[in-house]
Structures are given as structure tokens and as C-alpha cells.
């Protein structure tokens, strides 16, 4: 375990009630013993690296989860709702909502929105996707929005066993899926096949950022 993780670690059960603050790391380091130097160069930007770091800790969880498990007999859209599913189920909701709070704020809202991609990007990764034109970029902005709009349901879901946030997961996806369609039976217009083999020829210049790139 590193510094950073046990740092985490120790934040973690302050920031339930502290949210995460600077509150909150100022008691872990107390409690780890650490210096303002140590914490300062784990955490630049204080309490939202923080945040971040909470974050990816269930990325990596749900990647390794996902790895585990077999897919192979799930549909497609269901191994989508799947990771999403199970990305939530990882999370603590008070720890999520003190996020969700904390990136609202506009000095931090491009972070969150990377925090949100990052996701999206882990889940169709893990799933196999090798897309590397402009569906690369779509696919991660539709799953963006839905692991989003989702994890906000969870947060008011009082349902048993959060049984309304899967049926609203459903309900999302199922509304990208139809977006999925659509765009197929577009491209199968001789208008818009047309536009791709002229002006539309430019998204084929368009592709995903290699390993190591855009981080």
C-alpha cells in the first residue's frame, strides 16, 4: 500500500462527515502521523486530488472485478449496465455524494467531468471496445451521461436493495441503444452515405488518444 493509499484510507472516514476537505486530510495526517510537506506533495491540490484519488480507487476495483468475471453469455447492453451496476455498488454513497457536491463547484467541475470519462472510458475499455474513430469519442460521451444521471438517482434511490436506480440504468440504456439504431439506419440513407464518402470523409481523421496520451 502507498502513502497516498493509506493517506485515503484514513481520510476516508472524516470525509463522511467533513466531506472532502481540507478538514478532512488535516485529520488523517494527524492521524498518520505525516507532515504538511508529505500530505502537500501526495495531494497538490488539496482536497480534490483527494476526491480524484477516491474515485480511481473504485475504477480499479470495478476493472479488476470486470477482468474476473465471465460476460460472454450477457448481451452487450448488459454487460454495459453490468460495470455500471457494479462501479455503484463499490461506492459509498455518502463518500459519492460529498463528491458530486465538491465537483459542482465551477473551479472543479472540468475535473469532475474527467472523473465521469475516465469511467466510462474504463467500462468500454474493460469490455473490449477497439474503436479508435469518432465512436471511440461518442460511445464514451453516451455512457458518460448515463453513469452520471444514474449515479445521481442512486444518491435519493431509498428503494430496497436500490432496486429503482437498475430499473432507471435500464431505462437509459436502452434509450443509447435506440440512439445506436438510429445512427446505424442514418448511415444506411443514401443522403447521409453520400455526406460520409464526401465532407463526412474528415471523421475518418478522427481517433482515439493512444496508450499514455491525454493523461
Same mark, same amino acid.
Given at each position: 500500500?502507498?502513502?497516498?493509499?493509506?493517506?485515503?484510507?484514513?481520510?476516508?472516514?472524516?470525509?463522511?462527515?467533513? !466531506?472532502?476537505?481540507?478538514?478532512?486530510?488535516?485529520? %488523517?495526517?494527524?492521524?498518520?502521523?505525516?507532515?504538511?510537506?508529505?500530505?502537500?506533495?501526495?495531494?497538490? *491540490? !488539496?482536497?480534490?486530488?483527494?476526491?480524484?484519488?477516491?474515485?480511481? $480507487? !473504485?475504477?480499479? @476495483?470495478?476493472?479488476?472485478?470486470?477482468?474476473?468475471?465471465?460476460?460472454?453469455?450477457?448481451?452487450?447492453?448488459? $454487460?454495459?449496465?453490468?460495470?455500471?451496476?457494479?462501479?455503484?455498488?463499490?461506492?459509498?454513497?455518502?463518500?459519492?455524494? $460529498?463528491?458530486? =457536491?465538491?465537483?459542482?463547484?465551477?473551479?472543479?467541475?472540468?475535473?469532475?467531468?474527467?472523473?465521469?470519462?475516465?469511467?466510462?472510458?474504463?467500462?468500454?475499455?474493460?469490455?473490449?471496445?477497439?474503436?479508435?474513430?469518432?465512436?471511440?469519442?461518442?460511445? $464514451?460521451?453516451?455512457?458518460?451521461?448515463?453513469? =452520471?444521471?444514474?449515479?445521481?438517482?442512486?444518491?435519493?434511490?431509498? =428503494?430496497?436493495?436500490?432496486?429503482?436506480?437498475?430499473?432507471?440504468?435500464?431505462?437509459?440504456?436502452?434509450?443509447?441503444? @435506440?440512439?445506436?439504431?438510429?445512427?446505424? *439506419?442514418?448511415?444506411?440513407?443514401?443522403?447521409?452515405?453520400?455526406?460520409?464518402?464526401?465532407?463526412?470523409?474528415?471523421?475518418?481523421?478522427?481517433?482515439?488518444? @493512444? %496508450?499514455?496520451?491525454?493523461?
Amino acid at each position: 500500500m502507498t502513502r497516498k493509499d493509506e493517506l485515503l484510507d484514513a481520510a476516508m472516514n472524516h470525509a463522511m462527515f467533513d !466531506g472532502w476537505s481540507q478538514k478532512a486530510i488535516d485529520a %488523517a495526517r494527524a492521524d498518520l502521523g505525516m507532515s504538511p510537506a508529505e500530505v502537500k506533495a501526495l495531494l497538490p *491540490r !488539496g482536497a480534490v486530488d483527494l476526491a480524484v484519488a477516491y474515485h480511481r $480507487r !473504485g475504477d480499479m @476495483q470495478m476493472i479488476e472485478l470486470l477482468r474476473a468475471e465471465d460476460l460472454s453469455e450477457m448481451r452487450f447492453r448488459d $454487460r454495459i449496465a453490468h460495470a455500471v451496476r457494479l462501479r455503484l455498488e463499490i461506492a459509498d454513497k455518502e463518500l459519492v455524494r $460529498r463528491g458530486f =457536491s465538491l465537483f459542482a463547484l465551477p473551479q472543479h467541475a472540468a475535473t469532475g467531468s474527467r472523473a465521469l470519462w475516465e469511467t466510462a472510458d474504463h467500462i468500454w475499455t474493460a469490455l473490449g471496445d477497439t474503436s479508435r474513430d469518432i465512436n471511440w469519442y461518442t460511445k $464514451r460521451a453516451s455512457l458518460s451521461a448515463v453513469y =452520471s444521471s444514474t449515479a445521481l438517482y442512486w444518491l435519493g434511490d431509498e =428503494s430496497a436493495d436500490n432496486t429503482a436506480t437498475w430499473a432507471f440504468l435500464d431505462r437509459r440504456i436502452e434509450n443509447v441503444m @435506440q440512439f445506436e439504431k438510429a445512427k446505424a *439506419r442514418a448511415r444506411e440513407n443514401p443522403l447521409v452515405s453520400a455526406f460520409m464518402k464526401g465532407p463526412g470523409k474528415l471523421l475518418d481523421l478522427v481517433h482515439a488518444p @493512444q %496508450a499514455g496520451h491525454g493523461k
